[in-house]
């Protein structure tokens, strides 16, 4: 294991703390309003792009040449969580593209998301495995902020052991959205319109994606930190980005002015429809 400058990337762990309660599929890289400094590997000539073609377990992956690698730094599921975690493993790596570095005789092999996560340590930010690095201050202060937040294998019905009490059981995905929709601001001709979509489920959302219904002939004219794309009066608006459980995430835009321009009242989170809250 490379262990060195894990330690520089600790902060993006301490996004799990804002996201306290407990999940089935625990939170993702990506708050609004705290979006932490993922560290990408220190260099890439020793890494190989692939693909993951199958998720075996919460850190057992096949790879597009046809390998098996076991993801570096990650202790073997325990029962209580084995399924959530494979679960995890599936929505974030199964046929997405990853960086791999393997090491000499060695099955195991570090492997990062796309954007530069290190994807072990996600994951045992998220309280979805343990960490299996000692030594490494970064794994440390990861497992600290799940247990802290009581994340993954650390709420119930597990509580940080490795098989549940009598009787329980993982708790079942939920999937849930509020949208809050606010004017801010008003001109002859337009208004500025600030969003706010709440993942009220226990399931990590990603690669949300965002649809309403204009009812006054409004037009979108200008975008925030998202791609927004209207045909007629629906409007789409989204991101390659993760909705943690128990998150957030914002949108703002400038529009023309529809007679009144009413709140929309039917929002829908990928495909799922939403409650909708003006402000």
């Not at 996201?19 to 260099?43: D, E, K, L, M, W």
């Not at 959530?84 to 090491?103: N, Y």
């Not at 340590?121 to 802290?148: M, N, S």
Request: include cysteine.
């Amino acid at each position: 294991m490379r262990e060195g400058w894990r330690t520089v990337a600790v902060a993006m762990v301490l996004v799990s703390a804002s996201c306290a309660g407990n999940t089935t599929t625990p939170t993702g890289t990506i708050t609004p309003s705290r979006t932490p400094s993922i560290v990408a590997p220190p260099s890439l000539q020793d890494t190989v792009r692939l693909t993951v073609h199958g998720v075996i377990d919460g850190r057992t992956v096949l790879l597009s040449d046809g390998s098996r690698i076991v993801i570096d730094g990650l202790a073997a599921p325990e029962p209580c969580w084995a399924a959530a975690a494979a679960v995890f493993a599936k929505s974030f790596l199964l046929d997405r593209p990853v960086l791999v570095e393997r090491f000499p005789s060695d099955e195991e092999a570090a492997l990062w998301l796309q954007d530069g996560t290190e994807y072990a340590l996600l994951t045992v930010g998220q309280g979805v495995l343990r960490g299996d690095a000692p030594h490494d201050p970064a794994y440390g202060a990861a497992e600290d902020t799940a247990k802290r937040a009581g994340l993954g294998l650390w709420g119930p019905p597990c509580l940080g052991q490795a098989t549940p009490p009598s009787g329980s059981a993982t708790p079942a995905p939920t999937y849930g959205c509020t949208v809050t929709y606010r004017v801010a601001h008003r001109w002859q001709n337009g208004f500025h319109a600030e969003v706010t979509i709440a993942n009220t489920g226990n399931t990590l959302v990603t690669d949300w994606s965002l649809r309403w219904t204009f009812a006054r002939g409004e037009r979108v004219t200008d975008t925030w930190n998202t791609k927004i794309e209207q045909s007629g009066a629906t409007v789409k608006a989204g991101a390659s980005a993760t909705i943690p459980a128990g998150g957030t995430q914002w949108l703002r835009f400038n529009a023309t002015q529809g007679p009144e321009s009413p709140v929309p009242q039917s929002f829908t989170l990928n495909d799922r429809r939403c409650d909708v809250r003006s402000a």
